[in-house]
């Protein structure tokens, strides 16, 4: 993958295409109960889709907020910055907002059990005022969506490593280094869950050194490797040894290598990116780089370039993407369902976020500012397209329709009795209600003369 940031090149297909891919695997892997998730590239090793995204939004956003800081300066270039951080803590909130209505939804309607839910949710629904202060100061952040609050605290260190950067090269990436250790050291860790004092699953302390190096290797900071057998070589045997650290078909079947798997843990570990595991993710970027580096033209047809567009939308695909795979683990919660039962709920899914982030880049064209000079974006007058035109716009029209609170007039004799003002007895004692409207009729009758 080449810097961009020195030119206004045309997007970087290499880079949103394994974007687009990152965002599929991470679908199926979110998805609890999923027998796909142990065919993913994730089991090939400690490092999985999640470092590869994290990477490569480093690396895009050494493009986009590069020329920025180049172009505006330091000021309007963390300006820009932090509009992208709003953006991304309202995306954030947004996301929660959509999942525990989600939940709601689907439990209401019998699809799973009250008892499955997403991990700490039930922190939200039995402490709502006190969970609404922690999710917006972050201090409340649920598992499987605290990617985005990781990713929008790297965002606001961007600025200071620019800065450093243009002292010298070595400052910025010597701070991305000594936070990575001083968190390591020190364990600095945020609050995910104020009840059990959890911590956030990605910590952002050790989570920017991933970052800061798809930044530093975007950004000419550091150069990319060029192909070297000797180092391929390499790579290829430490890919083949850490292979059966995250894979049970290998550690189930060798003893010796599990317990050794056990006892160097904290260099596997996903929330504190290990060094193992980030090392195992570099080995893994330089084979599949040096893979791809005459073959970029696969890029440009079929599938791939549908891809492509998941990576061009890669937050709001992300937020779809994450609220699809929380439904289909509650659809195949308790199903026992096996690689084919399980199918079509993760062809499903991907066709749905396929057809999302086409529709997205369709929306970024602005066909409806584009009609004159491009005749491809407006509608042919023929039949067909004149019913499709017609019955969308009824169907805009009836929907507000839909949500009118309709009160029913109909009133029995019953609950007019029982509806009645109290009666005022001589001692100015009330008389209930619901013991008139249980009167015998010759009693009715009497209080109606006393009236």
Request: net charge neutral.
């Amino acid at each position: 993958m080449k810097s961009d940031i020195r030119s206004a090149s045309p997007r970087n297909l290499q880079l949103d295409f394994f974007r687009g891919l990152a965002l599929m695997v991470i679908f199926i892997n979110h998805m609890p109960s999923n027998p796909w998730f142990a065919y993913t590239p994730s089991r090939l090793g400690p490092s999985d889709a999640a470092e590869t995204f994290v990477f490569l939004s480093g690396f895009a956003a050494a493009i986009a907020f590069g020329r920025s800081f180049k172009q505006a300066g330091i000021g309007l270039g963390s300006v820009r910055v932090l509009f992208r951080c709003g953006q991304i803590y309202v995306a954030h909130l947004a996301l929660f907002i959509l999942m525990a209505t989600l939940f709601i939804a689907m439990t209401s309607q019998g699809f799973v059990s009250a008892q499955w839910q997403l991990d700490n949710l039930s922190y939200f629904f039995d402490h709502t005022q006190d969970a609404l202060i922690e999710l917006v100061s972050l201090k409340y952040v649920p598992n499987f969506i605290d990617i985005l609050p990781m990713y929008l605290l790297i965002m606001l260190w961007l600025p200071m490593v620019w800065a450093l950067s243009r002292i010298h090269v070595f400052l910025a990436l010597a701070f991305s280094i000594t936070l990575y250790i001083a968190a390591g050291y020190f364990g600095w860790e945020l609050t995910a869950d104020p009840l059990t004092g959890r911590p956030w699953y990605f910590n952002p302390f050790c989570w920017q050194l991933v970052f800061f190096t798809g930044f530093a290797f975007s950004s000419g900071w550091l150069p990319i490797p060029q192909f070297h057998r000797g180092l391929m070589w390499a790579c290829i045997f430490y890919v083949v040894f850490c292979y059966p650290l995250e894979n049970a078909f290998g550690y189930q079947r060798l003893p010796w290598f599990a317990t050794w798997r056990d006892d160097w843990a904290p260099l596997l570990d996903k929330s504190h990116v290990g060094l193992m595991r980030f090392i195992h993710f570099l080995a893994m970027t330089y084979l599949v780089t040096n893979f791809m580096r005459s073959r970029q033209h696969w890029l440009q047809f079929g599938l791939a370039h549908k891809v492509i567009s998941m990576g061009q939308q890669s937050l709001p695909i992300f937020m779809f993407g994450t609220c699809l795979s929380f439904a289909g683990g509650m659809l195949l919660d308790g199903r026992q369902a096996d690689l084919f039962d399980s199918a079509w709920v993760n062809i499903a899914g991907l066709g749905l976020m396929l057809i999302m982030a086409q529709l997205l880049n369709w929306l970024d064209q602005k066909p409806w500012k584009n009609v004159n000079t491009n005749p491809n974006l407006s509608f042919t007058y023929n039949w067909s397209n004149q019913a499709m035109l017609a019955f969308s716009l009824l169907f805009i029209t009836i929907t507000p329709l839909l949500f009118i609170n309709k009160q029913s007039t109909e009133i029995s004799i019953t609950d007019t009795t029982t509806a009645e003002l109290t009666i005022s007895q001589p001692n100015d004692t009330l008389i209930n209600t619901e013991e008139v409207a249980f009167q015998s009729p010759e009693t009715n009758l009497e209080l109606a003369d006393t009236l």
